[in-house]
């Protein structure tokens, strides 16, 4: 697992009022090398109980993704 990609990335989805949901980053699942399941690695548990998975988008490091949008700390998490 050191070296793999993981397949999905793992999100908790903040609810906002008047504002969009807040989409933070929380780990990855890596696939099992028979193909037949899933490593779940967080480094956060959600409040709700709730993780959401999704494919990792390829991002440059000079250009942010078309449908993603982008918190203004650069450093911080995404939103979508």
């Known amino acids: ?13 903040v609810k906002r ?20 399941g899933y490593n779940l690695v967080l480094q956060a548990l959600p409040i709700d109980g709730k993780v959401v998975l ?9 250009q942010t ?3 993603a949008n982008v918190s203004s700390n650069k450093s911080g998490p995404r939103r979508r």
């Open 54 to 62: 999704r494919l990792p988008k390829e991002e440059k490091a000079d």
């Open 1 to 13: 697992m050191a070296n793999q990609q993981p397949a999905y990335r793992a999100y908790t989805v």
């Open 17 to 36: 009022e008047g504002q969009d949901d807040f989409w933070l980053a929380i780990g990855a699942a890596f696939m099992h090398q028979d193909g037949d």
């Open 65 to 67: 993704p078309k449908d």
